[in-house]
């Protein structure tokens, strides 16, 4: 269990993970009691926010269905790709009432220790190292770009994952390697790159840019077999633009919880408890949140 506190009861189900968005749950009634010894698990999206590795108050209302809305509707474009659902309708358990809108029935996963990121766009972070090395993590780029910049080709910039409340870190392909070895490493880079550039195609049809994202993966317990889990390309996983705003030059409007960044780095010097969210920055959030949808499934 984390240390964020238990997540909600729900009849029939057993909380095993607490995250910053997420809870876990797993069946009470197979005598299950973690996650290496279950047939299903159920992911529960909540309405939280965080910034900053901070959870922040109040949560953004309609959140953790918006999102599950659209990680599924992109696992159904990326049929072709194995993920960790689970059909419902042909399990031995079902879907809790009061979290239908906002939860997914998955297979358990040997999830890899490894953030699957690529960057299609030269933003945030990669920007930084960019100005300072001529590289984003540690990948070596044309002289010339400017901020936000579409990059020759997306590149594929892994990080280790980190312990609940420690930051991701950076690491080299070859740091991959020594984590899962050259055959999953290849696997993981090649089909991360093969996934993102079928979903920006998906994407720039409907008048959106995909800046960047990152996957999970995870193996299959019975067959090994690869398989895409957690959320997909979603609003918290991903960097996306509204193409025709980017064309006329402004590319810091993203559809995401950008909106609260930028407030929490106004109005909070990163010491203490952050302060609460006001109802505007919410509210424009939310709007933010359901735009892409609108856009990416009309």
């Avoid at 909600?8 to 009634?29: E, H, I, M, N, Q």
């Avoid at 990326?78 to 009061?98: F, I, K, M, Q, W």
């Avoid at 080709?153 to 070895?181: C, M, W």
């Avoid at 918290?236 to 995401?256: H, I, K, N, P, Q």
Wanted: net charge negative.
């Amino acid at each position: 269990m984390s240390t964020l506190g238990a997540p909600p009861a729900l009849d029939g189900w057993a909380p095993v993970y607490s995250g910053k968005v997420r809870d876990l749950y797993v069946p009470a009634t197979d005598g299950a009691a973690s996650l290496d010894d279950t047939e299903y698990v159920l992911v529960v999206a909540s309405d939280r926010v965080s910034a900053f590795d901070q959870v922040l108050e109040p949560g953004i209302p309609g959140k953790g269905a918006l999102l599950t809305q659209l990680s599924l509707w992109w696992f159904d474009q990326l049929e072709t790709v194995p993920n960790h659902l689970v059909d419902p309708t042909r399990a031995t358990v079902s879907l809790p009432g009061a979290v239908r809108d906002r939860a997914m029935l998955v297979k358990p996963l040997d999830m890899f220790p490894v953030e699957c990121v690529v960057r299609g766009y030269l933003v945030g972070s990669g920007w930084v190292e960019y100005q300072a090395h001529g590289t984003v993590c540690g990948v070596p780029l044309p002289e010339g770009l400017a901020s936000g910049d579409r990059l020759p080709e997306p590149i594929y910039t892994p990080a280790f994952k980190a312990q609940l409340g420690d930051h991701d870190e950076n690491i080299s392909f070859e740091r991959t390697v020594e984590l899962v070895g050259a055959e999953t490493a290849e696997a993981l880079r090649d089909l991360s790159l093969d996934v993102f550039r079928r979903a920006s195609a998906v994407a720039e049809a409907r008048g959106v840019i995909l800046a960047d994202t990152k996957f999970e993966f995870g193996a299959d317990r019975d067959t090994g077999e690869i398989t895409l889990g957690d959320e997909v390309l979603t609003s918290d996983s991903s960097r996306y633009w509204d193409a025709e705003v980017y064309a006329s030059g402004d590319r810091t409007a993203s559809f995401d919880k950008q909106i609260v960044r930028n407030w929490l780095s106004t109005n909070w010097d990163g010491t203490g408890t952050p302060p609460e969210l006001p109802a505007d920055v919410v509210e424009q959030t939310a709007l933010r949140y359901r735009e892409l949808i609108e856009r990416l499934t009309a």
